[in-house]
């Protein structure tokens, strides 16, 4: 089946900085990329969905300015968590969505988890 | 809005014994109802699916019954295997074509 990686697969950083997130689909495009987030023992929380050469859509208490989604190709959308701090230490995941495709060609990558100090 | 609530885990059995994992969901109009899986170190990936109710779904010996009355759609299998060790996460997609996910269940089947 499709594959959508991401990278790093794990990240710790110190607070206040910026950390980015790559999501790529390896083989096919993807025209719209989601990214979502999991506390433990909790939901996947949609942040946002992206459309490949437009902005991203938030979602009610996401903070763009925050959370900046970058979807510049077909095949790749970056999450970049800007001056982190220790409450947006988390496990991030990516999916992708093939062109015309419903819900259920939405392919989802191994996720990121994010520690800051 | 709509939800989806799954039993937490983990959830741990011995190879061949019978699987249930519940889920239970609240959400406006007829949605789709889908479980996924996610092995160690992948992403998650569609196990099942059932569109509409009394629709039964199933994939490599598990299935799931959408119950529009009892609004669940309980994931079982018969006999598990090691190889299922994973998490589940049961969703739904609303006519807004958007998904929310339950919590997910892990499961660990010991050989």
């Known amino acids: 089946g499709a594959v959508v990686s991401q990278h790093p697969s794990r990240v710790i950083c110190k607070s206040g900085t910026s950390v980015k997130i790559e999501c790529r689909s390896l083989?096919?495009?993807?025209?719209?990329m989601f990214w979502y987030r999991q506390f433990p023992k909790q939901s996947l929380m949609l942040m946002a969905t992206?459309?490949?050469?437009?902005?991203?859509?938030?979602e009610q208490g996401v903070e763009k300015d925050k959370f900046l989604i970058n979807h510049a190709s077909l095949t790749l959308s970056t999450l970049t968590v800007t001056s982190a701090h220790p409450e947006d230490s988390s496990f991030y995941i990516c999916?992708?969505?093939?062109?015309?495709?419903?819900?259920?060609?939405?392919?989802f990558g191994p996720g990121t988890r994010l520690l800051v100090l | 809005g709509d939800s989806v609530t799954q039993m937490e885990g983990p959830v741990t059995l011995s190879e061949e014994a019978f699987l249930t994992i519940n889920c239970t969901y609240t959400a406006t109009g007829y949605p789709s109802l889908f479980w996924y899986v996610q092995y160690p170190g992948e992403g998650l990936q569609l196990l099942l699916k059932a569109t509409k109710a009394d629709d039964k779904g199933s994939n490599k010996g598990f299935e799931a019954t959408y119950r529009k009355e009892t609004t669940s759609f309980h994931l079982e299998k018969g006999s598990v295997q090691a190889s299922d060790s994973a998490v589940y996460f049961c969703a739904l997609r609303n006519a807004g074509n958007m998904l929310t996910f339950g919590g997910g269940t892990r499961l660990m089947v010991k050989p």
């Open positions: 083989d096919f495009q993807a025209t719209t």
């Open positions: 999916s992708a969505r093939s062109l015309g495709g419903y819900q259920e060609t939405q392919y």
């Open positions: 992206s459309n490949e050469g437009s902005k991203a859509t938030y």
